[in-house]
């Protein structure tokens, strides 16, 4: 089971970012997967979850109305957009499928106010 994650960066407060998520070494459409974030000194805290068909999700109240969790079985990828992004927001972002108990090695995101 691998999780590759990619798309973080730096981006000024108020902008966008998309994350992706390669799966690979499991049945991926069949799998809920979710996104986590970890900030310096905080808990690793779920941000978004998808479940397999992808017509259901879940987010962290704190990022409602400004990420959208998507995913392509196809590619065996998963996605999220990040818009209107905060200070507040800066973590190392993770992928995670929860039934493999499986992560990614993650991907900073750095948003300067």
């Known amino acids: 089971v691998q999780l590759v994650e990619s798309g973080g960066g730096l981006v000024q407060d108020g902008g966008s970012l998309r994350l992706s998520c390669a799966a690979s070494g499991f049945s991926f459409s069949t799998y809920v997967m979710s996104w986590y974030r970890q900030a310096p000194g905080k808990e690793r805290e779920m941000v978004a979850s998808i479940n397999w068909t992808g017509r259901a999700t879940n987010y962290a109240n704190s990022v409602k109305g400004r990420f959208s969790i998507s995913r392509d079985n196809a590619k065996n990828t998963v996605y999220l957009q990040m818009n209107a992004l905060k200070p507040e927001d800066a973590a190392v972002y993770y992928c995670?499928?929860?039934?493999?108990?499986?992560w990614g090695q993650g991907t900073q995101v750095t948003v300067s106010s």
């Open positions: 995670h499928c929860p039934s493999r108990n499986a």
